[in-house]
């Protein structure tokens, strides 16, 4: 088990391992609180599950760069992470402005929001490429072509999905879909690449 500050730099290690004790730990710890606020604020909560994967991911990516060092503990990095991808997909959706309760005390323990935004906006840069992204979607073949469009582009549910591509259940297309991710951006890098 991984606890306080002193050893918040060795679970990100492990996180950038892959230690999946390490990720079971702060999907266990991290996951009700963030989904909680999420929800709170009008997320559903298969989006607000989406949006701490989208965020584990961020973190997971910042923490393969040696020179990344976290200037708060990972739980508040997590929260103020799917924070801001939440504000950028009411954003993105043009929603009316909602008033959200922001009651909570992460973002004064980092420091403020600056850094996680510059953070965002890193990760919003990349989804920037789409003739990159659909020169590699073209690559990663049948069924995840169909999988990945019908959950971002058709915004269609995992229950949904798991129906229409014969899954036994939302879970394994979930499962499906991640598996997908993962071929879908070793081809995007490579694409990166050329």
């Known amino acids: 088990m991984y606890s306080a500050t002193n050893n918040e730099q060795q679970l990100l290690k492990a996180l950038a391992a892959g230690e999946r004790a390490a990720t079971e730990q702060v999907y ?9 606020w999420l929800v709170k604020n009008g997320c559903s909560s298969e989006d607000a599950a989406d949006l701490f994967q989208e965020a584990m991911v961020v973190l997971y990516e ?15 990095y997590l929260f ?17 402005p909602i008033r959200l309760y922001d009651n909570t005390e992460a973002d004064d323990e980092g420091g403020g929001g600056r850094v996680y935004e510059e953070d965002i906006n890193v990760h919003y840069e990349r989804e920037a490429h789409f003739d990159q992204l659909d020169a590699a979607l073209d690559q990663v073949g049948e069924p995840c072509r169909s999988l990945l469009q019908a959950f971002y582009h058709k915004d269609r ?13 939302p879970e394994n297309a979930k499962t499906q879909k991640y598996k997908c991710l993962a071929r879908l951006r070793k081809l995007f890098h490579g694409v990166q690449a050329k």
């Open 28 to 36: 266990k710890q991290q996951l009700p609180i963030v989904n909680g």
């Open 62 to 76: 910042k923490a393969q760069s040696p020179e990344f060092r976290l200037s708060c503990n990972v739980g508040t």
């Open 80 to 96: 103020a992470v799917s924070k801001h991808l939440w504000y950028k997909k009411l954003q993105k959706q043009q929603r009316e």
């Open 157 to 169: 549910s995992m229950q949904e999905i798991a129906a229409d591509f014969g899954y036994t259940n």
